[in-house]
Structure formats: C-alpha cells, structure tokens
C-alpha cells in the first residue's frame, strides 16, 4: 500500500513538472522568422502555464521578453526582464535545495538552472532597452551589472564560457557615453581579452570599427543586427536491455509528432521488459539564410561585423553541462531498475508466482519510462548572433536602410529605419531582428 501511495505521488508531482515542447518552439520560431514578435510574444503568454512549470516562471518571461524587445517594446520587455532577474538571483543565493527529485525521476523537478552566458545577456537586454527610453542612467547601472557579473565570473571559473566579449565590448560603450572613461577603457580591454582568449569556441572575433578624427563633430548610430535562431534542444532517448552486456535495443529523438517522449517509453518500456528507459537532450541547428548585413545613410555603406555568436555560446555551454546530466541519468537507470527488481522480487515471495512478480516489474519498469523525461529547457528565443556597426554621420534626421544578404550574395530582404534624429557628438542605439 506504501508504495502504491509512493509511486502516486511521484506520478503527480512529475506531471507537474514540464519543459517547453519542441513543437511549441518551432511554431513560436515561424512567427519570428515572419517578422511576427508580437504574435510570438502572444503565443509564449498564452501558452505559459502549459508549456512551462511554475518554477520556470523566469525562464517563460525571458522568453517572452526577447520578443516584446524585438518588436520595440522595451518598457513591457525590461518588466519581465526585472523579475527574470530577481528570481535567477533568488535561485543563486538560497541555500542549496535537495535534488532527490532530479535522481529518482527527471531533471525537470528541479528550476531551471540559467548559463553564464543567458545571466550575462539578461544585462544586455536591459541596458538597450533604457537605451530605447532613453534612460542613459539606468543602461550605465545595468551595464556596470554586467561587467560586474562577468568579473566574478572571470575570477571563479578558469575554463570554459567565463567571460562574454561582446557584452564587455558593449558595456565600454555605454561607460564612455555618460563620461567614465576609466571604466570604458577596463571593459574595452577585458573584452579584447576575451574575444583573443575565447574567439575561437565563440565563433567570432573582436571587431574594428574605424573612429574618424573629427567624431566629435558627427553624430554616431550604433546598429545592431540580431540574426539566425538558436539551435533548439530536443529529447532523445535510448532503450537498454537490463542483462549481460546491457545491449542497446533502440534510440529514438523527438520529432514535431502529437504523441509525447514519455508515452512512447512507456509503450516501450512495456514491450521490451527487463530493460530502462533513457532520455537525453540533444542540440538541433535552426536553418536561417541570412549570413550577413550592411546599412546605408546617405551615400555611405556600413557592413555590419559578426560581434557575438549566442549559438557557440549555447553550445559550450550544453557541453559543459553534459556530464552532469549523463551522471545523472546513469544514476537514475539504476536506481529505477533496482526498485523495478525489488518489486518483483517482493511480488514473488507474497504471491508465489512468478507471473505476479514479472507483472510488478513490469509496472515499475512502464512508470520509470514515463517519468524519464530529457531536460530540453532553454531560454530560446535569443538569436544565433548579433552583427553591428558604428555609423558617424552627419548630425541632423536620417533615414537608415539595413539590407540582409544570403550565403549566395542575394539581398533577401530589408528593413528602413525612418527620420532617426542623430545628435552632434552623441549617439543613437538601433536594433533590428531577423531570422529567415
């Protein structure tokens, strides 16, 4: 009867816990690649309490914050942005919670655990969109939030993702627009640092942008090119006979399908018997044809330069996380054949059938496969890179075309900034998204 009430409320509590479909980030990614943010951002909130369990809430506003930013609504973005914020501080700074859950059934009973480089882009987002207010202050604290961040990170982790270049290159610019010229001068060289040191996995390199001597008399727009989608994770699993040489039987990934992960090892799981469920989340490019992009103002042209690279950065950080989740998963077959083994044997002796302990192994074995769910959570609607360009123009009202090449050469297609009011000797922060 114990274990009857057990294996109940282990059923309960992980139905209750949920990851984002991938068929859900597909059809919210087509009205990205439309040019749709505001339909994506509708879809992402109508669609909160089904697709993302309560303890994701951060994850679910950040989504939904990168879309309102991208159809230039930053009051409503930065909103979310605050409380994704707090909550991920919220996380980081309690005491370490227990994760028996995330042994005995899936990752998914425990909150999302953000990368370094998601933290990091949570500053960025906020620093334009006070840019967009225009609400310099208030980028300068986000921006020194930033550095702040990615110093401490710098200073406890050796290897791996522990600088962000971009978002340290972006942060100088902000500290020599309200005057602090030190700081602009630390961030700039930290993020020349990091492009040279972490370049190479990032996929990108420090940009050059030429400054003419008589910028003081120009006005200047920095533009940014938010490009591509985000590889997106997806689940797989693997079948694995529990005897002899532990045989794969089968590997199956997750497709766009109506039937879940979790039912169909479970119909597995009930054909194969003595065997154990894995699953896994594996990394799955998205196809964009825009590589690269350049604006006009007048007669001048600008190429925008490939600044950051959130897709490298997504990846090194899924590798990083790799061997704590296979650890896991290890830990979890065991564990769950075990108690399939203990059912049968304690089946048997009360019964004195084999056939009875045979079918309580089996029960086990079906509820172990149907609780065995991969971890595909990821703050996904990031784009796979951003290009940027830093325009000196004559001061007064502009009209900015930015125009988007495929890999052929071919324009595909455009976007026109209209009447932007460039000031002399200040600057103007612009941004643009696609992912087609």
Excluded at 4 to 21: D, I, M, N, Q
Excluded at 25 to 31: D, G, I, P, S, Y
Excluded at 154 to 183: T, W
Excluded at 188 to 197: M, S
Aim: proline share 3%; charged share 20%.
């Amino acid at each position: 009867m114990k274990a009857r009430v057990y294996l109940l409320g282990l059923l309960v509590f992980c139905s209750a816990c949920a990851a984002p479909s991938l068929r859900y980030k597909t059809e919210v990614n087509k009205l990205v690649a439309a040019g749709k943010f505001e339909a994506a951002a509708e879809m992402v909130a109508a669609k909160q309490k089904k697709m993302y369990a309560k303890q994701d809430d951060a994850l679910a506003n950040l989504d939904r914050a990168v879309l309102l930013h991208d159809s230039q609504n930053p009051a409503q973005s930065d909103q979310l942005l605050s409380q994704a914020q707090d909550r991920i501080e919220e996380l980081y700074t309690k005491s370490a919670r227990k994760q028996i859950g995330r042994v005995l059934v899936n990752d998914l009973t425990a909150p999302y655990e953000f990368g370094a480089f998601e933290r990091a882009l949570t500053y960025f987002y906020r620093t334009l969109n006070f840019l967009q207010q225009n609400n310099l202050m208030d980028a300068a604290v986000e921006a020194r939030k930033a550095v702040f961040f990615l110093d401490q990170l710098r200073g406890s982790k050796l290897h791996g993702y522990n600088d962000d270049p971009f978002v340290q290159y972006f942060a100088s610019l902000i500290f020599e627009s309200v005057g602090q010229r030190s700081d602009a001068r630390i961030a700039r060289t930290n993020a020349l640092n990091a492009y040279e040191r972490l370049g190479g996995s990032l996929q990108v390199r420090a940009p050059e942008f030429s400054v003419p001597a008589n910028a003081n008399q120009l006005g200047e727009v920095i533009l940014i090119h938010y490009n591509g989608l985000l590889p997106l994770k997806k689940s797989a699993t693997m079948q694995v006979a529990w005897s002899r040489l532990n045989a794969l039987i089968s590997s199956e990934q997750e497709d766009r399908s109506s039937v879940s992960p979790e039912v169909s090892n479970a119909l597995a799981a009930g054909f194969m018997g003595h065997a154990v469920t894995l699953a896994y989340p594996v990394l799955e490019p998205q196809h964009y044809e825009i590589v690269s992009s350049f604006a006009q103002a007048g007669e001048q042209t600008y190429t925008l330069q490939k600044v950051a690279d959130f897709a490298a950065a997504a990846k090194m950080d899924f590798e990083e996380r790799l061997p704590g989740i296979w650890f896991r998963t290890a830990l979890r077959a065991v564990a769950k054949q075990v108690a399939a083994e203990q059912a049968r044997q304690a089946t048997k002796a009360a019964t004195k059938e084999d056939g009875w302990g045979e079918l309580a192994g089996l029960v086990v074995n079906i509820f172990g496969a149907a609780t065995e769910k991969a971890d595909t959570r990821q703050w996904f609607t990031v784009p796979a890179e951003v290009r940027m360009t830093r325009m000196f123009l004559i001061p007064g009202v502009q009209n900015i075309r930015v125009l988007f090449r495929d890999r052929n050469g071919n324009i595909v297609g455009e976007y026109v900034f209209e009447n932007v009011a460039v000031p002399r000797g200040g600057r103007v922060f612009l941004h643009v998204r696609s992912a087609h």
